[in-house]
């Protein structure tokens, strides 16, 4: 007998607030057969439990049977969606503007054609206006449909109305396809191979995009073909590391949800997601004013109702606002003042954890090891980069490459020598095999090699050189990926000068600082 809490009434039931339990309550008082009475009290038993289990349904009720349970669940999963569906035709554009649809379609079957066509008509502005062409395609559809079978006194105008606009809209929805399916595609690459390794991933990322990308003109673009442009022009730059262009069309992605303000709650994940790419931009080419200025108006959108009565709205926002939050405290070289944030996000995992992909949740872990390192708290840091280590490593293997590198180091730093020779084998042959062994790695992993052996006088001299050959190295247009992930210099720097790695890192983002404000 199956007891898995991912049951899919389960989690249903368990992802519904105060308010959908009350209104699905009342929903269901209208039934009063003995069959709608057992699957409320099935719905009262799931609701209760903290884990599913079958088991306990049968011992906590007599009237439900091993034969009925499956009927009964699937009754309940869709009655609890239609009590949902009426619930969020108030606030569901999408929703709302099917409701019409299926209302004119009662009216067509019953041959009310006039009082179908203007069912449809109210719906047809709604559409427009907030740039729902799938649903505006679909009503001019039926429209043809209708006036097909009933002739109006303006038949003539009206049907070369309808073809007209329908055929424009059909323009706009295949260039809006042309356009997101390369958004979609550039984020599949990076989420392969993250940033380009070598002069071989940037040529095949760049003939990608470019034989992709189709001839347009900015100004005959709709909204959303202009969103899903910039989105791809995002993605590809963010992929080369050229992040000042990145940033550039980040701006565009956000600036237009800025002249289209109405279309921000309509389409709030689409908005959250330019934010957050924009500040991801704006880390990457160090400009603090920006990111903070950037980083509030994304804190104050947790206040706004289409953000609080959205659950995937809230989840994108957690997602978003706390990485950047991580992200503000390393760009200020503040490490231990970021660590408050530790619990804050274990507690938005554990509440959001079925809602969080796994590539999400592993940089989230990478990125508070990297708090704690900083820190000086080692132990810690080795707990989080465990979390990604042992999570299989099918995505992003970048961060699972970098969480080795840096777990050695903080052995290193713990003293741990014996730690360090036995894995430091294992980790080469892991980034040999996943293809993300550069120069950077090799170097690095070619110096905790040797310096566990070493006397402490060799061993600064040996800082010293690494340190030297990584500057060198920084200026390598496909080196420098691996300092994005682990500023290796600025831990050398430390070990040479024998200061704190927070102390370290606070001074170079303070005169990073100035070199930007000059």
Known sequence: MPNSSNDPLYLLIKSLSKS??????????RLQSNEDSKFMVLFDVLDKQNEYSE?????????????????LKAHLYKQILQSLRMNASNQDLDIYLREQIDYAKLLYNKGLYTQSLKMLDKAKVSAFEYEKNAILLEIYD????????YITRSIDTTAEEITKSANALNKKISG??????LGLRLYGLYLKTSHVRNEKDFLFVSEFFKSNLPAYNIDELSFFEKLYLYQSYVWYNYIIQDFLTCYKYATKWVDLFT??????????????????????ALFFVNHKTKFNEVLNKLEKLGSEEFILNNENNSVLLFQYLYINKINYHFMNGNFSGGLYLVNEIESGIERFHKKIDDNRILNFYYKIGCLYFGSGDNTNAIKYLNKVINHPAHIRGDIHSFSRILKLIAHYEMGDTEMVEYQVKSVYRF????????????????????????????VKKEFVKLRGSLIKLQQDPYEKRAFLYLDIISWLTCKIENRSIQEVMREKALNKSRIIND
């Open 55 to 71: 088991e306990k349904i049968f011992q906590k009720t007599s009237d439900i049977t091993k034969a009925q349970l499956s009927n």
């Open 176 to 181: 809006t396809n042309v356009f997101s399916n």
């Open 142 to 149: 039926f429209e043809k449909h209708i006036e097909s079978q």
């Open 20 to 29: 959908e339990k009350r209104n699905f309550k009342l929903f269901v008082n």
């Open 259 to 280: 002249e289209n303000e109405r279309l921000t709650p309509v389409y709030a994940d689409l908005y959250l997601k330019g934010l957050h790419n924009l500040m991801a």
């Open 431 to 458: 980034l040999y095999k996943l293809e993300e062994l550069n120069q950077v790695q090799q170097q690095i992993i070619n110096f905790l090699r040797k310096v566990p052996v070493m006397d402490a006088i060799s």
